[in-house]
């Protein structure tokens, strides 16, 4: 493409981008822009996918498996989602499956964590998905139109998935002291993760600036981790739970919580591969992509049927 050309509709483009005008599927974008998003968008869906894996422990109460196979299945419906829109943008949903099971691409890191008792469903679902929707909640705005557009259906039912978490651990703290202690034991193993959640801080983030530029983002990485922490720190102190860190500390001036430092160390050898679950959580995606594999096949056999009739 000529130069002049090629400047003129990135011009363009941004001045969509400025005046918060939705890019949609068949609009001009840069190349770069598609590949971002793309990035984004599909390691969202494997997140979503791979996160129901941890939810595996069994529920104390009919109630409790009834809510729980209820929020699985909303997680599966989010991973639909967004590997629809992420198809809009040109590339085919197996091929970043595969990408994800070759290990190519990567998913939250929050999910090579093991859950051990019922008290790690509670954390996960107040911490992990109030962290998620922490992180979520701007993406109703960005500047992808299929993107955004999934994200305002996906954020009503995370909030419902904070609120079920939440309910866990109070009702634990308010327990014996045995399911107390668990509560704890769980927020103190979940705590540090859930914050890791966010990604790199911004001093090392490869991407943070021109997804701002772009729209794609709306918060930087740490602006997000802060408000997770001011968002949390009060509603541990409600229900007599400690956060595992004994730097936190409400800071008058800045108007919101010092935490602790993160251990980066750990953050890059769960990214990098090398968690505590990394194998088993890609092992299991392999085997249901091949004991479904019959599933696919009848499906496209009837469907061709049906199209020759």
Known sequence: MDTLIQDKLEKEFQEKIDKDIKIEPNDWMPESYRKTLIRQISQHAHSEIVGMLPEGNRAPSLRRKAVLLAKVQDEAGH?????????????SREDTIDDLHAGKVKYSSIFNYPTLTWADIGAIGWLVDGAAIMNQVPLC????????????????????????????????????????????????RFWWPSLMMFGPSDADSKHTEQSIRWRIKRHT?????????????PQAELIGLTLPDPALAW????????????????????????????????????????????VREAALAYAKKHQTN
């Open 221 to 233: 990485n740490d602006e997000l981790r802060q408000m997770f922490v001011d968002a949390t720190v």
């Open 141 to 188: 705005r960005t500047s992808y139109g299929p993107y955004a557009r999934a994200m305002v259906k996906i954020c009503k039912e995370e909030s419902f998935h904070q609120r079920q978490g939440y309910e866990i651990i109070s009702n634990l703290m308010k327990g014996t002291e045995e399911q107390k202690a668990m509560a704890q034991d769980a927020v103190n």
């Open 251 to 294: 800071n008058e001036s800045r108007g919101h919580y010092d935490f602790g430092d993160i251990d980066w160390d750990e953050f890059w050898q769960v990214v990098g591969g090398n968690g505590p679950c990394n194998k088993e959580r890609i092992e299991a995606r392999i085997k249901a992509k091949k004991d479904g594999e019959w």
């Open 79 to 91: 991973g639909l989602y967004l590997y629809s829109a992420t198809e809009t943008l040109g590339v």
